[in-house]
């Protein structure tokens, strides 16, 4: 097993902990999202890593006769992967949040209060 394999690894034995009170019905979906929230966490911390190892922000691409910079594609592979972990992760919020209240039997104060 390599590094990365662990440090996922790693990361799904901690969000497992953080969801482990689920019901039977949704714990395959959740099982599914937290090996990919891991992934995604530990493949945008290997991103970053490699961003503050560049010398230079910028790539010089040359077409024929013409020179063109822009942004390393880092960047966007970045933003990108931290887009889809912050994705993954409200998924989860949002299927436990979904468990919680119909796990309940009474209605929340603040939900009573608001409605």
């Known amino acids: 097993m390599d590094e990365r394999e662990k440090r996922i690894n790693k990361e799904i034995k901690r969000l497992k ?26 493949l945008s911390q290997d991103i970053e890593s490699s961003i503050k190892k560049l010398d230079n922000f910028v790539v010089v691409t040359v077409n024929a006769s013409q020179e063109f910079t822009k942004p390393n594609p880092l960047f966007k592979e970045y933003r990108d992967t931290v887009k889809s972990y912050q994705t993954v992760i409200k998924q989860l919020n949002d299927l436990v949040k979904g468990c919680e209240h119909s796990d309940r039997s009474e209605p929340d104060e603040l939900e009573a209060f608001i409605k």
Do not use: C, G
């Open 17 to 42: 902990k953080l969801y482990k009170d689920i019901p039977d019905s949704k714990k395959e979906i959740i099982k599914e999202l937290i090996n990919k929230a891991s992934f995604l966490l530990i």
